[in-house]
């Protein structure tokens, strides 16, 4: 996953331990979440849906998506979808998961995506949004604060990150990633962490949001999950935050 050095471009270290994964990482995620009864895409399309609500409400399309820390790419056609972005660049140190990112989704569809490794970024920008998902409790704690300055320096004056983070307050969360090969001694943070990542990075924080809080067993329940958006108990958990 992306690493960078503070307020520096982005490295190009190759990642070994997500190399090795390239090839079957869907499959090693997927073997934890049938803990949930659901697919990867059951939880990629709800981050990106529930993203975009949080953008119509500001009034901001998505535009121009960084995607952080992009992995295999496979979140890709949702945030070309759900999301409604108008191009996607998705940079990672894992130069092997690039390679499958870029056979699975490189130019698919009528807008653009590309994936690039992280000193190609800055090219590239300034970007409107930024995205990431589960990237974080993969860097180590002495590369956060320059992994978080790299994507606010990367967005556009006002430009949005939705952080997206597994939540180690929720249980189920926690059993699920000690199934999955490369999650088991990954350091998970918190909401409040996060926010103070992303608040000593110059971002202005403008909401917290907890999601994913009932499995497929009990599905009937899920059109609760809005009104429990507030209490940070979810499975999965959203920083949105901008640059000021």
Known sequence: MSAVSPRGPMTTTPDPEFDAFADRYDEALQRGLDASGE??????EGRARWTRRQLDALGRPAGRV?????GTGSATPYLLGALGAREVVG???SLASLEVARRSFGGRGSAP???VAPADVAALGPFDTAFCNGVFHHIPLAERAGAVAAVHDALAPGGLFAFWENNPWNPGTRWVMSRIEFDRDAITLSPPEARRLLRAAG??????DSLFWFPRLLAALRPLEP???????GG???VLCRRR
Do not use: H, M, N
């Open 39 to 44: 697919s990867k895409e059951y939880f990629a």
């Open 236 to 238: 999965q958990y959203l």
């Open 91 to 93: 940079s990672d140190t």
């Open 113 to 115: 995506a590309r994936f």
């Open 203 to 208: 971002f202005e924080v403008l909401r917290t």
């Open 227 to 233: 009104l429990l958006a507030g209490i940070p108990l």
């Open 66 to 70: 960084l995607d952080f820390g992009c």
